[in-house]
C-alpha cells in the first residue's frame, strides 16, 4: 500500500490506515487545549523548567543557555511559562527543580553526555562535554519517571533518557555500516540546517501514531551520536529509514514521557509534527499542575 502527503499537513501516512484529519486523539486534543487556555498569558500558567547549557560566549564569558525557539515552543504551542535552568549542581538541586517546575524540556545541545555515564572510556569521537548538566539530567529524568511528573526529550534530551534509564550511545552512527549522515548540515541559514530531512516511521498504533495521527512523518535531523543499546525501560516507537531510533517512551511510566531525536522546537507553532507533541507536553503539565493544587 502506498504513501500520500497532504500539502496542507506536511505529514506523510499510509492510504486508508490512518489519516491526521480523522484522528480523535489529536482532534480532541487541540480541541480541549484551545477551549481551556483562551488566553494563555492571563493564566496561571504551569511552569516548564528548560534544561540549560553552559557555553563560553567570545572565549571569555561563562553562560548558560537556551535557544530563543525552545522558549517559543513552550509558551506558544505547550501553553505554559518558560524558564532557563542553570542545569549545574553549585545552583540548584533536583529536589528544588522538581518542586518548582511542573515539567522539563530536555534540550539539545553541542556538549555530549560523557561516557563514563554508560560504561565506557571517553575518546577523541565522544566530543565536549558539560559534566554539570549530566549531574542534573539524568538523576532528574530518573525522578519525573518516579514521580510521573512529565519531560520532553529533545536530541541530546532524547539521549540523556535513555543513559538515564541504563542504556548507551554510539559517538558516531554515520560510521555504523548503513547508517546516513545525521549531522546537521554546516552551512546554510537556519531555514536550511532545520529543514525536513528524512522521514520517521512510527509503531503502527503505538503512542506516537496515534498523537501524530500518521505513522510516517518527516523530520529535520541534527546529530551525530545515537543510541547503540536502549534501556529496558525504553521502548524505541520511532525508526529512521536507516533503523536509527528516533522516537521513544518509558514503558509503563506513569507521567509523560515522549522524547525524540529530531529538533520538534523549529517551527514548532506551524509544523504538523511538533504542534501536537507540544501540545501534548503542555497538557501533560497542567494536569500535574492541577493535581499538585488539588494535593497541596
Known amino acids: 500500500m502506498g504513501s500520500t502527503k497532504r500539502a496542507d499537513q506536511g505529514i506523510l501516512f499510509k492510504v486508508g490506515q490512518f489519516d491526521p484529519f480523522a484522528d480523535k486523539f489529536t482532534r480532541l486534543l487541540l480541541t480541549h487545549i484551545s477551549a481551556e487556555i483562551q488566553n494563555p498569558m492571563t493564566q496561571h500558567r504551569p511552569i516548564i523548567g528548560i534544561i540549560g547549557n553552559h557555553y563560553v560566549i567570545g572565549d571569555r564569558y561563562p553562560a548558560h543557555t537556551a535557544g530563543t525557539m525552545n522558549a517559543h515552543a513552550v509558551a506558544d504551542v505547550a501553553c505554559a511559562m518558560p524558564l532557563i535552568i542553570p542545569t549545574d549542581p553549585r545552583f540548584?538541586?533536583?529536589?528544588?527543580?522538581?518542586?518548582?517546575?511542573?515539567?522539563?524540556?530536555?534540550?539539545?545541545?553541542?556538549?555530549?553526555?560523557?561516557?563514563?555515564?554508560?560504561?565506557?572510556?571517553?575518546?577523541?569521537?565522544?566530543?565536549?562535554?558539560?559534566?554539570?548538566?549530566?549531574?542534573?539530567?539524568?538523576?532528574?529524568?530518573?525522578?519525573?519517571?518516579?514521580?510521573?511528573q512529565p519531560f520532553l526529550g529533545i536530541c541530546r534530551g532524547f539521549q540523556e533518557v535513555n543513559v538515564a534509564l541504563g542504556g548507551s550511545l554510539h559517538p558516531e552512527i554515520r560510521e555504523i555500516a548503513g547508517r546516513m549522515n545525521h549531522r546537521m548540515p554546516p552551512d546554510g541559514q537556519l531555514e536550511e540546517q532545520f529543514a525536513l530531512r528524512h522521514t520517521v516511521r512510527f509503531s503502527q498504533g503505538g503512542v506516537f501514531h496515534r498523537l501524530m495521527g500518521a505513522e510516517v512523518v518527516m523530520t529535520n535531523t541534527l546529530h551525530g551520536q545515537g543510541i547503540l543499546r536502549p534501556a529496558d525501560s525504553l521502548v524505541i516507537d520511532g525508526h529512521a529509514s536507516d533503523g536509527t531510533p528516533e522516537a521513544t517512551y518509558v514503558k509503563d511510566a506513569a507521567g509523560f514521557t515522549l522524547a525524540v531525536q529530531w529538533h520538534p522546537e523549529w517551527?514548532?507553532?506551524?509544523?504538523?509534527?511538533?504542534?501536537?507533541?507540544?501540545?501534548?507536553?503542555?497538557?501533560?503539565?497542567?494536569?500535574?499542575?492541577?493535581?499538585?493544587?488539588?494535593?497541596a
Do not use: K, M
Not at 533536583?94 to 515539567?103: F, I, K, N
Not at 507553532?269 to 507536553?281: G, H, T, Y
Not at 497538557?283 to 493544587?293: H, V
Open 92 to 148: 540548584v538541586s533536583v529536589a528544588e527543580l522538581l518542586d518548582t517546575c511542573d515539567g522539563f524540556l530536555l534540550t539539545g545541545g553541542r556538549p555530549n553526555v560523557h561516557p563514563s555515564e554508560y560504561g565506557e572510556e571517553e575518546t577523541p569521537a565522544h566530543g565536549t562535554f558539560d559534566r554539570a548538566r549530566d549531574a542534573i539530567t539524568l538523576p532528574l529524568v530518573r525522578a519525573c519517571v518516579a514521580r510521573g
Open 267 to 295: 517551527n514548532a507553532q506551524n509544523d504538523p509534527v511538533s504542534r501536537p507533541l507540544f501540545a501534548a507536553f503542555g497538557q501533560a503539565a497542567r494536569e500535574w499542575q492541577r493535581a499538585r493544587r488539588l494535593s
